[in-house]
């Protein structure tokens, strides 16, 4: 990078000088405030790419019975849902050569992971109307013909499955963090890995110059497309076809009888995620809430069903989440994470392996009538 002047010509020649941002915190209010800085690309359909501000300072837990343990600087999404990771560093903070490729590939293994869709909507939503952006504007942006427990259903799949972008923004980028750029770009086939070096250049009075360049388009186009955001979902055939050759008799039991009844009183969906994982929207109060979700997971090889307990609360109010929670069935190992929601407020994806289930008699009839009391707006039963 050349420390040379750039220059504005209008009634005059001005020369605008490079310089540094004062603060970190100026430069990531700057970003929070100008995503329009690190667009670019297009999205799927050709319409170029534009970033909404998810949250600055996103939460990152590390497990479900815990709350933030790192803060991630900002958290983006484009209108394909694909959530974008944003790192900032100045040039002058030597975090910048390689500790901040930890701290990012932390952030984004344990967002994957631990962020539902429920509290991407709820962050997005409160971030709007904290920064006075009007709400069904900027849905509109996003939303297309989706709903919005749709569009962040698919953010939050397109997490599962690691499709996302990973941003780390600098007034400078070293020698060492472009080539980590590189060869992560190279070897990650669904998460896309930038650099970008965003100089400032000021004038006289307010004016000022910014110029990003982007380190890692090259990497990102030698990816074999067939490798890159496939959008395929899992469908019942799929899920069938699992269940019917890798579950033992108790166990597939358990799984057809959760999906016949997702399919007869409800709506399947299913994920888009490596290995097959359908989730279940169910009529509640006037709307579509997704309850559970089942993942037959390929290594290591487990079968787990989780609770939707943030989009419950977000939907419906912790009350009828805290009395769907009361009326699940007694298995030991949920029961336990279900106290650590109470705790929480309901806000996570407490889970139970299929085999734990199967072994407790009565579990799956638990937990279908827990469903339709949910769907109906009755409590537990005394």
Known sequence: MTDQPVFVLGSGLQALEP???????????????HPRVLD?????????????LVAREMGVPTNVESG??????????????????????????????????GQMLDYAANGARYWPAALLQRSFEETCVADGRSLGETYGELLGDRSPEE???MVEERLAAGQMRLLFVADRIPLELRAIVEFL?????????????????????????????????????????????STQRTTRDDMD?????????????VATALLDHGAARGRLEGGTAKYPSMSVYYPAAGRQVPVWTLSLYDSPVKEELAFSFGSITHHLGRDRAEAFAESLPMVPELRRKLEVQREKGYNGWPSVPLDSLASEPGAVDG????????????????
């Open 19 to 33: 310089a540094a941002f004062d603060t970190e915190a100026e430069f990531q209010e700057l970003l929070a405030r």
């Open 40 to 52: 670019f690309g297009s999205l799927a359909d050709g319409q170029p790419l534009r970033l909404v």
């Open 68 to 101: 933030p343990a790192y803060w991630l600087d900002h958290l983006f999404v484009d209108g394909d849902g694909v959530p974008t990771l944003v790192e900032v560093k100045r040039a002058s903070d030597t975090r910048i050569r390689r500790e901040v490729v």
């Open 151 to 153: 569009f962040w259903s």
């Open 185 to 229: 770009n190279r070897q990650m086939r669904q998460t896309d890995v930038y650099a970008i070096e965003l100089t400032q250049y000021r004038g006289d009075g307010d004016l000022r110059v910014l110029v990003p360049r982007i380190h890692g388009e090259v990497a990102t186009a030698a990816k074999s497309p067939t490798g890159r955001r």
């Open 241 to 253: 076809a699992v269940i019917r050759t890798r579950l033992a008799p108790e166990p597939r039991r």
């Open 367 to 382: 937990i279908l009538a827990a469903i339709e009391q949910l769907m109906h707006g009755r409590g537990a039963p005394d």
